[in-house]
């Protein structure tokens, strides 16, 4: 057995993300202004920077130009301003247009810019490697390393070359050891290490169960006739039906280009309904179809969205470590935004760990981020969207009553609070007790099939490696999941990844076809058991989404 070699900085960043890199800049920079000498690396789990980066996505430049004012000069690619918001309400045949004097400061994008944040995230990246920040794109974290004291003191990077029995291949390399001062951790919605910190240390003690949406996004050249670059399109309504959190999302980009997906709650309660083909339904509406006739899908992925807002937000520190960005859980979703959030998080944890170690300290909790944060704008923002989930949970129509009377009518100073106290995966109904959905067939011009779709999301896996999705009991699937939900994971999937077939005597087992898997943590997030643990792959597989 090969010895793990370790490698020492002062502060390790899990997660090549815009909260993860905006941590590794805004280090950097601290220490050319004050003429120290700190190591920094980024570990990210895709083959390279922005592989695993799925987003609308529309941004708020606010925090990019806290970070770095300069962004325009420096070339980054955001590169096509908001001109105009539509806001329609559809019903299966029509679609109502809410006039922009109506809509809550929430849905208007004026200063915003329609971007692939793929590619931000690899500008990102070029500015902290001109900072001297070393990443380490293809290394998945898998372990946190502790100290004596029970303070995290860094992690530990997956092995590579382990064959599906557990044995080692030929080309066997054990993962390696990285030690810091402090770790801070951006994996993302439902990271597998974030995952375990909040349960190790009680992080979210006293907070409502966190609150998940799974996004599905494809992008599409257009005819050039249906082009309008700038143009923010949003929906509510149909296919969801009124009791099911969710909405569209369609962005006109420039070259052609219209990023379009659609959001679903993972609170939704029929395990009869699949996220994936309801967005297929939602292309073929008479007021959206139009835009894609025509036209070329060229890229497709999903991922999920930590969407439970301030009254779910874990605490931020921990003895000798960090959340940051969605792996906490900062985007905001009434506005439907969340990049500008994490590069926020990750500039004041930043800031927080360099004081630390210009102090000398090292493995205590960073207790000026979480101070940092409840002084700034983003505290005061989501603040005021601090009861929009909450109102979704009460049906549309309620929530979207309620929502213009708090953002319209009380700019957002609310007088109350509002609580939930169901996670996701319990809100579940048995199947018997559900309406069937029947989703027609793929046409393969607008719609398609789940396979024909992850293929162009250029997703990979070694197929002879140890699976990821792992269950914590192999007989729950058949005995528990199919037998009272009817299986639901086989269509809350949005990769084709679980399907239930019969095997040689004719009884149901689940196979799971881990290559398909597009990193998408709904599984994780909704299975009614709980007893699916999605622990990374190999570093570098997964999706290789391009600018997405």
């Known amino acids: 057995m090969s010895e793990r070699e370790s490698m020492e900085y002062d502060v390790v960043v899990v997660g090549g993300g815009p909260a993860g890199l905006a941590t590794a800049i805004r280090l950097k920079q601290l220490a050319a202004e004050k003429n120290q000498e700190i190591g920094v690396c980024v570990l990210e789990k895709g083959a390279e920077l922005g592989a695993h980066i799925l987003s609308g996505a529309v941004m708020d430049p606010l925090a990019l130009t806290e970070l770095i004012p300069d962004w325009k000069e420096k070339g980054a690619p955001l590169t096509v301003p908001v001109t105009q918001d539509k806001f329609l309400f559809l019903s299966q045949t029509g679609a109502r247009a809410t006039p922009n004097w109506l809509l809550p400061q929430c849905f208007h994008n004026e200063g915003n810019y329609i971007v692939r944040l793929g590619d931000v995230v690899k500008w990102m990246g070029e500015q902290a490697e001109a900072l001297g920040v070393d990443i380490f794109p293809g290394f998945a974290a898998v372990e946190v ?63 409502n169960p966190q609150s998940y949406g799974i996004g599905i996004k494809e992008m599409w050249e257009v005819d050039p006739a249906q082009s309008k670059p700038g143009l923010v399109v949003h929906t509510a309504g149909w296919p969801l039906d009124s009791d099911t959190y969710g909405g569209s999302f369609l962005y006109h980009l420039d070259n052609n280009l219209v990023a379009v997906g659609m959001i679903v709650g993972l609170d939704y309660a029929n395990p009869w309904l699949s996220p994936f083909e309801e967005f297929q339904r939602y292309k073929t509406h008479p007021a959206i179809r139009g835009t894609f006739e025509g036209g070329k899908r060229i890229a497709y992925g999903a991922r999920a969205i930590t969407a439970g807002g301030l009254m779910s937000l874990p605490k931020l520190t921990f ?87 708090e953002q319209l009518l009380l700019k957002g100073k609310m007088p109350w609070t509002l609580r939930h106290n ?18 027609p067939k793929p046409d393969g011009k607008l719609t398609f099939d789940k396979l024909s ?14 699976v990821h999705l792992t269950l ?72 290789v989404y391009s600018g997405m």
């Open 319 to 405: 003895p000798g470590g960090a959340l940051v960005g969605c792996e906490a859980g900062f985007l905001n979703a009434s506005r439907i935004k969340g990049s500008h959030a994490a590069i926020k998080s990750g500039k004041m944890a930043a800031e927080a760990a360099f004081d630390a170690l210009v102090a000398d300290r090292r493995q205590d909790e960073l207790t000026a981020y979480p101070k940092a944060f409840e002084a700034s704008w983003l505290h005061a923002e989501l603040n005021k969207a601090r009861n929009f989930k909450q109102w979704f949970k009460k049906g549309r129509t309620i929530a979207t009553v309620m929502t213009g009377v």
């Open 145 to 207: 390393l502790y100290d004596e004291n029970g303070a995290v003191r860094g992690v530990v990077t997956g092995d590579m070359g382990v064959a599906r029995d557990g044995s080692h291949t030929d080309h066997y390399q054990p993962g390696m050891e990285l030690h810091a001062r402090y770790t801070v951790f951006g994996e993302g919605s439902r990271g597998q290490l974030g995952r375990q910190l909040i349960e190790r240390y009680k992080l979210d003690d006293g907070r």
């Open 472 to 543: 914590k009991d192999a007989s729950i699937p058949v005995k528990v999941n199919l037998a009272k939900y009817g299986g639901p994971e086989a269509r809350y999937c949005p990769a084709g990844v679980y399907e239930f077939i019969k095997d040689d005597h004719g009884d149901d087992r689940l196979q799971i076809n881990a290559q398909n898997c597009v990193h998408c943590k709904t599984c994780d997030i909704k299975d009614p058991t709980q007893n699916i643990v999605w622990v990374a792959p190999q570093g570098g597989e997964g999706p």
């Open 453 to 466: 779709s992850v293929f162009i999301s250029n997703t990979n896996h070694d197929e002879n490696e140890p």
């Open 422 to 439: 169901k996670p996701d995966h319990a809100c579940l109904q048995p199947a018997s007790e559900c309406a069937r959905i029947d989703y």
